[in-house]
């Protein structure tokens, strides 16, 4: 089955941790996405990646670190800078060019 | 500076009855509009889109029309059925920095009701 696999959908870190979240796919696309949703907020870009060894910033990318060493793979991780971690966080991805991006099922982030 | 607006939070509808959800937009230089239905703890999926060169799109029960003039589009689901009750974020899609990137609004939460 062919998909975007984000893992773990719940997470659970104490303040001041830097935590890892998990985001691949087998989709071979090129293009992958990080947003961030709060409530009663859109969907917020983080970090996107359209290829390999290569990414940049979205929206609100303080206090978040990504890396693309493979096609499949776009983890991101949530630093102690980020002042609001606990979110819903959203991975995506779509071919090169295209306007459509599958998503993924999400992580929720909770910082006690 | 919001350029994707959905200035209504929620919507409630009888079934059978139409569902109309809006958005407004302000950057002239988006040139695709999709529409993504969510439920609760999961991901966003695809749900329908419309290129900017046209103003109407079908699939199905729904519907979505592009009024560029008015920076306005408006997804119709024609009958509504309980199981379409979600959060529907409209998303516009730009050419920027060398990318195609996607801007969502903050979605209207839609409900259905029996």
């Known amino acids: 089955d062919g998909g975007i696999t984000q893992s773990p959908k719940y997470l659970f870190r104490k303040e001041g941790q830097n935590v890892t979240l998990s985001c691949e796919q087998n989709?071979?696309?090129?293009?992958m996405y990080w947003y961030r949703q709060d409530p009663g907020q859109g969907l917020r870009l983080i970090y996107y990646s359209q290829i390999v060894n290569d990414f940049q910033k979205g929206d609100i990318a303080e206090g978040y670190s990504v890396s693309r060493e493979k096609k499949e793979s776009f983890p991101l991780t949530v630093t102690s800078a980020q002042k609001n971690p606990t979110a819903f966080y959203l991975c995506?991805?779509?071919?090169?060019?295209?306007?459509?991006?599958?998503f993924g099922q999400g992580t929720r982030l909770t910082v006690v | 500076d919001q350029q994707v607006k959905q200035n209504s939070p929620s919507l409630s509808v009888q079934e059978g009855r139409i569902s109309i959800l809006n958005c407004d937009y302000t950057n002239s230089m988006f040139d695709y509009f999709l529409w993504y239905k969510k439920y609760p703890a999961e991901g966003p999926t695809f749900l329908i889109s419309i290129s900017s060169i046209k103003d109407k799109n079908e699939d199905g029960r729904f519907t979505v029309f592009l009024n560029k003039s008015a920076k306005h589009l408006s997804l119709h689901i024609v009958p509504s059925q309980p199981g379409d009750s979600a959060v529907y974020f409209c998303?516009?899609?730009?050419?920027?920095?060398?990318?195609?990137?996607?801007?969502f609004g903050k979605g209207t939460k839609l409900t259905v009701n029996p």
């Open positions: 995506a991805s779509s071919w090169q060019g295209s306007t459509e991006a599958f």
């Open positions: 989709l071979n696309h090129d293009a």
């Open positions: 998303a516009a899609s730009v050419w920027e920095g060398g990318s195609e990137k996607l801007v």
